[in-house]
Structures are given as C-alpha cells and as structure tokens.
Antibody, heavy 120, light 109 residues
Framework: EVQLEQSGAEVKKPGESLRISCQGS????????INWVRQMPGKGLEWMGK????????NYSPSFHGHVTISLDKSISTAYLQWSSLKASDTAIYYC?????????????WGQGTQVTVAS | DIQMTQSPSSLSASVGDRVTITCRAS??????LNWYQQKPGKSPKLLIY???SLQSGVPSRFSGSGSGTEFTLTISSLQSEDFGIYYC???????????FGQGTKVEIK
C-alpha cells in the first residue's frame, strides 16, 4: 500500500525554525516527485514546490520561493519542508503528495497533513 | 501565472441530482487538468486526471470533460457521501506553478 506518512502537529513561536517531514513507503520512492501543498485555515490548496528524488532537483512556486526550503534524505525515503524564521501567516496545514515524472501526472497519493501553528 | 477559476463557489443539491462544476483556465492548458475531492478534516483525494480519466477506485458517477481552457466535473447522480470541496488543478505550467482553483463546496440538501 502506498503511504506518505507526515510528521506530527507543531506549535511554534514567530521567528523560530521548523522542519516537517514526509516519508514514503509501499512504492519506489525514486519514481515519483514529492510535492508540498499549503492549506491555510478555511482556505483552498496552494502548490508550494516539488523535489525530484532521483536528482534532488527542486522547483518552487514563485509565491513560496525564498520563504521555505524543500530537501530530501534518500536513505530514509523522506522529504522535508523547512522554515528558518516562522511567521504567524505560516499557520496552516501542510500536505505532501506524490506525482509521477510527467507534467500530466496528478497527485495520486497524499499524506495526512501536518498542522503548523505559529503564535506568540 | 495561469489562473484557475471555478464556478459555482458553492452549491446545494439533492441526492440523485446531476451536478456540474466548471473550471476555467486563463490560458490553454491542453488536458493537463485534475480534479480532487476534499472532505472536512481529510486530505484531498484524486478523482479525475488528464481532464477525462477516472482514477482507479473512484465511482463511475464522476466524470470529467473539456480541453484547452474550459473543463467540467460532473456527478451524474449525487450521493450523500459526495459532500465536500472540489478543486481543479492545472499541471501545464512550466516552470511549474501548478495552480489549484479556489474550490467548489458541495452540500447535500
């Protein structure tokens, strides 16, 4: 069974750093991009970026470039999303999702989401 | 950037009704269009990919059509479990920005 297991909920203060994770299992981790998607409270879905596990190539949405960092640990089939200095506006649920190596490929499997709350 | 606009923003329909949701792209995206369903407190679920292809395991009452800039998701006979928010998504843009529509909330009367 394909699974994307995300790390647990986080509560942080503004200015703190954070890294959340997404571990893939049940499939060849190298055969799919890992995407990150933000959902702010009561709002819609926003694509943040993706990473290619074969070559570690990363694409960021222009809206998120410079605000977050996507990375990978191939040895444990895990992708990461990290912030160096959180803001209250980063409060959201963050999902990872896989898609095959093609622009036409949809996000066919999603993680359960990680709730990030940033408050003083 | 490609803008994706869904209509309506919300709808309320009865069990058995035919429901249609429209998604318009600000420029042609060929058939690089996917549809997802999200229920409260859950992750999104893929329903339709490449505009018209039904994802494995998704009931056949769901169908997609369109190409270019205008797309539709149709539920042929609405069931009680079909409540939720439906999102379209383009995966045409390169470099990718892979925008989602703003969502359509479906409620059961």
């Amino acid at each position: 069974e394909v699974q994307l297991e995300q790390s647990g909920a986080e509560v942080k203060k503004p200015g703190e750093s954070l890294r959340i994770s997404c571990q893939g299992s049940g499939y060849n981790f190298y055969d799919y991009w890992i995407n990150w998607v933000r959902q702010m409270p009561g709002k819609g879905l926003e694509w943040m970026g993706k990473i290619d596990p074969r070559h570690s190539y990363i694409n960021y949405s222009p809206s998120f470039h410079g605000h977050v960092t996507i990375s990978l640990d191939k040895s444990i089939s895990t992708a990461y999303l990290q912030w160096s200095s959180l803001k209250a506006s980063d409060t959201a649920i963050y999902y990872c999702a896989r898609s095959a190596y093609s622009r036409s490929s949809p996000f066919d499997s999603w993680g359960q989401g990680t709730q990030v709350t940033v408050a003083s | 950037d490609i803008q994706m606009t869904q209509s309506p923003s919300s709808l309320s329909a009865s069990v058995g009704d035919r429901v249609t949701i429209t998604c318009r792209a600000s420029q042609s995206i060929n058939n690089y269009l996917n549809w997802y369903q999200q229920k409260p407190g859950k992750s999104p679920k893929l329903l339709i990919y490449a505009a018209t292809s039904l994802q494995s395991g998704v009931p056949s009452r769901f169908s997609g059509s369109g190409s270019g800039t205008e797309f539709t998701l149709t539920i042929s006979s609405l069931q009680s479990e079909d409540f939720g928010i439906y999102y379209c998504q383009e995966t045409y843009s390169s470099p990718p920005a892979w925008t989602f529509g703003q969502g359509t909330k479906v409620e059961i009367k």
